[in-house]
């Protein structure tokens, strides 16, 4: 049977891969409270520090569990959905996937692949999540291919595949729409992750599965 070794969480919010030294500049360009002032660099370069920190701590542990596949959740930002077509829960069952192709366009820090980067996906775990779920009274989209090329999958999970892995771990991509009203409601949200679970416990395969969630976990508080 499939075994769940481990659940992890972390932001992808935009100053995860900015360099300190643009940070308040970023922050600047937003709507903020006057209450709350932009911190020194010295306190940036602090924070940036404990933040990939963390990363490495998150990437050690999964490689310490001996993970064989990833389960990543996230939301989609226009990368793969657009109001033609927008669902609330959509799970990728290719067996590949990429990094958008474009060039950044600011520096960056952390761990990046290089645009337009190939990552494995894992099309035996995605049909079992998609049909698992579907049978516990759920009706996600589905993607065989990349919906759209030249934007890449969702930028949250290609963090997570960035910073968690060696670039070769298998992920089953699910993108969620949590920025788009109407988005999907907290309750609905727990509710998918525990027939999720379900799956994987039910799974008869031997794979070790490592679920990793990642998003914004603040932008504007506040606001």
Not at 135 to 152: L, N, Q
Not at 192 to 217: H, K, N, T, W
Request: charged share 25%; hydrophobic share 40%.
């Amino acid at each position: 049977m499939a075994k769940l070794v481990g659940t992890f969480f972390h932001s992808h919010g935009g100053t995860t891969s900015l360099p300190p030294e643009l940070w308040v500049e970023r922050r600047n360009n937003r709507p903020i409270r006057a209450d709350v002032p932009n911190e020194s660099l010295d306190t940036n370069r602090a924070k940036a520090y404990r933040t990939h920190e963390g990363f490495r701590v998150l990437r050690e542990k999964i490689s310490e569990l001996r993970t064989d596949v990833l389960v990543v959740f996230s939301d989609d930002q226009l990368e793969c959905f657009d109001f033609n077509n927008y669902p609330a829960f959509a799970v990728y069952v290719g067996s590949k996937f990429r990094k958008s192709p474009r060039e950044p366009n600011l520096s960056m820090i952390g761990r990046h692949a290089d645009p337009g980067h190939e990552f494995d996906g894992c099309p035996e775990l995605a049909t079992e999540v998609l049909t698992g779920v579907m049978s516990r009274g759920f009706d996600p989209a589905f993607c065989m291919d990349m919906p759209k090329p030249d934007r890449g999958l969702a930028g949250g999970i290609i963090r997570s595949a960035e910073e968690l892995t060696d670039f070769t771990l298998p992920i089953v991509p699910i993108m969620m729409n949590l920025y788009f009203a109407p988005q999907v409601t907290g309750m609905r949200s727990y509710q998918f992750g525990q027939a999720v679970r379900e799956v994987i416990d039910a799974s008869p395969s031997d794979m070790r599965i490592a679920v990793v969630a990642s998003g914004g976990l603040w932008h504007t508080p506040g606001m």
